[in-house]
């Protein structure tokens, strides 16, 4: 079996230094197949059984009686276990009983729409419906074909920015959907969730406001990786209450789980061997062994790098073989690399999170992970993308050199005993409620009824947004001020922070390259920044951040850039309190300004720092939602008599706190801020500060004080756990730290925690 076949290889290669620390086998598993309280239509009966269906799992039959009954239905099963076939089945019979009705299909990205279309026509045309009567439409639809699919279409494909910036402002053309849609269906519902999930859950109130104005009242379908809290997920993002579906009837091949931890590079044990080279042999040698391959990176850049790597490795004869890939790209170039590993003729891509959702990429037989993905459900569906069919597969978790990654690496067992963490999106955050109230008034003028679909802080962002003058009370209804035009193309509903910036090629008369987030932008392409496009480097040669432009030029250097940054924190008002072990801990407001002041030159394969740059940037600064907690004074008293840093020790403790917190949150270390201190201005007293990276907070500060003394009994195992003796980046050091990871102290943060969880 090439699985076993493979492990043995890697493992005999001069190159292997016992990285392997966890091989965790995964059975296969026969199928539960359930029973429909009635039969299907006929046309729908015959349809499966000429595509081999003969029956259907336990969850699809429960999933369809539950549609059938008018229940709103969450369904939670593993990747590549069927959910798609759940609701086409309940959509088509619906319109098989009545042909007027219609369906809209969410996805979060025009990828998965393509593909789900394919898979659509595969089942209904053209013998249920006819083609035409299933159609996308996002941004890549021609204009041509649009004013065809607003009348004829019975299924329309798209996504939440499509329905956010083109369908609902325009819902007069849409009358005939809307008016006589039955069903809403909510693909990969798990990826909605942070500032994501909140402008969609958003979205999603003005649309069911939309329905209600044309006498409809819609059905809705969520289909989602598993999380911890499935049910209550679905009903934030929509707003109605579910059924859950979570009893998985698919079959699956079995699967080989293996941990890989790179290898110290020094005697201290402080160091370990760089992940991306790492992902590197690996890559290399399952392409060498013509395995069918799918690498996941956590960034842009490292997509990019370890394609580099790869392709330097595996030299001209197979360097064709494999491709970068990830958001950014045009589209056309996407559809390109998408179509090439579907038919066969890439053995290998590295990709970003773009591929871990659902799209049909054919048959792969191993993923490697390079670095924890951030959250377990990420993780399981990252590496369900190998072994979708019945056959054994291979999944490898690279560590990174952090705090959680190596915690899963000491303590396998937890990984995958561990629940599913809690999918958070907060819709009623003012700063993503009122620019979307803006555009409900653009749709249709406010009403206080409308707070029925908002929520109970509509009141306070109508009030706000009639004190900013953006709307008007008349007739008992809010209009929109005159001064405010299409509100839907102000908001960038993946972020918080407004328009993207553009990247455009000096060297090719200056040519768009890509995109990059407003939010990331000082980070990624700031003025000497080394920035990665499709395997090539470019300079940064200016920044013009009142135009959002960056220019660049090609250039050839062995190393690359990340950022340093400093962050001052202020106490706007402590909104709870509560006492763990006697410490006093609060969540609130503060506001938050984050500087980006520096970046540093790392050399690729070594990461060795050959040089530091100053950069002269404005602060970002933002309100949002953070926890804070006292030390006891024991502890302090204890630091201090055995000579220890209170302040290294502090500081210790933010860094590793925050980088354990996403075990309890569904949530990636990005999204977390942390600030510690000897002495805050606002406490008169030493503080350690967690807050959401995002304007108004997005629940993840509230997660974290909910569960605090699981987050400080986790962070105090990960740093005893380390081997190191005064600290490394696998317990308490963090690359972002914008004080170069000093002062840090890793005995005094062991008294700290010991202290706060009332350990002697």
């Not at 659902?358 to 990252?382: F, K, M």
């Not at 055995?642 to 020790?649: N, R, T, V, Y």
Request: a negative charge; proline letters at 4%.
């Amino acid at each position: 079996m090439y699985v076993d076949a493979f492990i043995h290889h890697i493992t005999t290669l001069s190159d292997y230094k016992e990285q392997v620390v966890h091989i965790q086998h995964i059975p296969p598993r026969d199928a539960g197949f359930g029973e429909l309280g009635k039969s299907l239509h006929s046309a729908l009966q015959s349809r499966l059984e000429s595509l081999g269906i003969s029956s259907l799992y336990i969850h699809q039959a429960q999933a369809i009686d539950a549609a059938r009954s008018g229940k709103n239905v969450m369904i939670a099963t593993a990747s590549a276990s069927g959910k798609t076939l759940c609701y086409n089945l309940a959509v088509l019979e619906t319109i098989l009983d009545d042909r007027t009705s219609r369906a809209l299909y969410l996805f979060p990205t025009k990828a998965l729409a393509q593909d789900q279309l394919r898979s659509l026509n595969q089942l209904a045309c053209p013998d249920i419906i006819s083609f035409g009567d299933c159609a996308t439409f996002d941004g890549d639809t021609p204009q041509s074909e649009r004013a065809e699919i607003k009348r004829k279409a019975r299924i329309v494909l798209t996504n939440p920015d499509m329905l956010h910036l083109g369908i609902l402002p325009n819902h007069k053309s849409w009358s005939r959907l809307f008016r006589n849609l039955k069903y809403v269906v909510i693909d990969e519902a798990h990826v909605y969730r942070g500032v994501f999930g909140s402008h969609v859950a958003n979205i999603m109130r003005r649309l069911r406001r939309v329905c209600a104005f044309y006498g409809s009242n819609p059905q809705f379908i969520c289909c989602s990786a598993t999380i911890a809290n499935t049910k209550e997920h679905a009903e934030r993002l929509v707003g109605l209450l579910f059924e859950v579906i979570d009893e998985d009837g698919s079959p699956h091949g079995g699967k080989s789980f293996i941990f890989w931890n790179p290898p110290f590079i020094d005697e201290a044990r402080t160091r370990r061997h760089s992940s991306n080279s790492e992902a590197t042999l690996l890559f290399t040698e399952l392409i060498r062994s013509s395995i069918r391959s799918l690498v996941f990176t956590r960034t842009r850049k490292l997509t990019e790098l370890i394609y580099v790597y790869t392709r330097e490795q595996l030299g001209s004869s197979l360097a064709g073989l494999i491709k970068p890939y990830r958001a950014g790209y045009l589209p056309e170039d996407r559809r390109q690399i998408e179509r090439e590993l579907f038919n066969g003729h890439l053995l290998g891509v590295v990709a970003t999170t773009a591929l871990e959702l659902g799209i049909n990429i054919g048959d792969l037989e191993a993923t490697v992970l390079v670095g924890y993905p951030g959250s377990i459900a990420s993780t399981w569906q990252q590496a369900g993308r190998s072994g979708r069919g019945r056959g054994s597969s291979l999944s490898f978790l690279i560590a990174q050199d952090n705090p959680l990654d190596q915690y899963f690496m000491r303590y396998p067992d937890y990984f995958f005993g561990k629940n599913f963490e809690n999918a958070l999106t907060n819709s009623e955050n003012l700063n993503i409620l009122k620019p979307h109230l803006l555009c409900a008034a653009w749709e249709k003028p406010l009403s206080d009824g409308d707070s029925s679909f908002f929520g109970e802080a509509f009141d306070m962002a109508i009030s706000e947004l009639e004190a900013e003058g953006k709307i008007r009370k008349g007739d008992g209804r809010w209009h929109l001020s005159p001064r405010i035009a299409h509100p839907a193309q102000e908001i960038n509903i993946r972020s918080t922070s407004g328009k993207n910036y553009a990247v455009f090629d000096a060297s090719r008369g200056y040519e768009l390259l890509e995109t990059v987030e407003a939010s990331v932008a000082f980070f990624q392409i700031h003025p000497g920044a080394i920035y990665l496009h499709q395997g090539e480097s470019y300079l940064v040669e200016k920044l013009d951040i009142e135009q959002r432009v960056a220019i660049v030029t090609p250039t050839d250097v062995p190393y690359y850039t990340q950022t340093k940054e400093l962050t001052d924190i202020r106490i706007l008002k402590s909104e709870r309190e509560r006492r763990c072990s006697g410490t006093k801990v609060c969540l609130g407001e503060v506001d938050v300004s984050n500087t980006v002041v520096g970046f540093k030159k790392k050399m690729q394969f070594t990461e060795e720092i050959i040089g530091d740059e100053p950069l002269d940037l404005p602060p970002l600064r933002f309100v949002t939602q953070a926890l804070w907690f006292d030390l006891p004074k024991s502890a302090e008293e204890q630091i201090a008599k055995a000579g220890l840093d209170l302040a290294g020790g502090l500081h210790a403790t933010e860094h590793a706190a925050i980088a354990m917190l996403p075990l309890f949150a569904l949530c990636d270390r990005n999204d977390i801020g942390g600030v510690s201190t000897p002495f805050h201005a606002d406490t008169g007293r030493a503080q350690i500060f967690i807050y959401d990276a995002y304007p108004g907070g997005i629940g993840i500060a509230e997660k974290g004080f909910e569960m605090i003394e699981e987050l400080w009994s986790a962070t105090l195992q990960a740093i005893e756990g380390c081997p190191c003796q005064d600290g490394c980046p696998s317990c308490i050091q963090s690359p972002k730290c914008g004080s170069n990871n000093e002062p840090l102290d890793k005995k005094a943060a062991l008294i700290l925690l010991q202290k706060l969880l009332g350990i002697k």
